[in-house]
């Protein structure tokens, strides 16, 4: 009865495979707290749906900032999940609120074109902006090398890297215990030079 042994070779391969894909999951589980009991990397979500001619900006501010600190991490939100940061394009001055923006609340971003038509760059624009619900403050006036300095450094400058200082006060304001984080500001920060 050669099909009779066919179908129980499949059965038990698709026994195991039932067995597997569960067990691959739970392992890859993320975990929410390190080894010491301080909290790991704050995850926040953003949403750049509304802000259409941006996105190649937004993409790159956001990897800047991944690379440049660890204990907050930018993840583009899924369509139609909760996002921390709302990212809009408008025709005014690039604006933010002032955060740090915490899992729980939310901040939003204004990337103005005005900026872009007076020959500012995009991705420094986009991550300054960014910076701001990070809880950066602007820095004004300030050299290129500073990414809170924004328009004050002048067009010329593309740089949408933050300084060490910079990273400092990101990886302070994410740090530690969640209780202990200061919360978020609030107040709006308006980019016109
Ligand atoms: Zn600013």
Redesign the pocket.
Known sequence: MPNLKWFAAVGTAAVVTMVMVPAQQAASAPSNAAPNGVSAATTLYYDDSRAGGWEAAIAAGVATWNANVTNVKLVKAPSGTRAQIRIIATTGWPQ?SLGPVRPGGQGWVELGSQAVDQGYDKTRIAA??IG?NLGLP?NKPGPCSKL?S?SSAGIGCRNPVPDAAERSRVESAYGGRPAAQAPSDGRV?V?AP
């Open positions: 933010a300054h902006e701001h602007d809170m924004g920060m980019d």
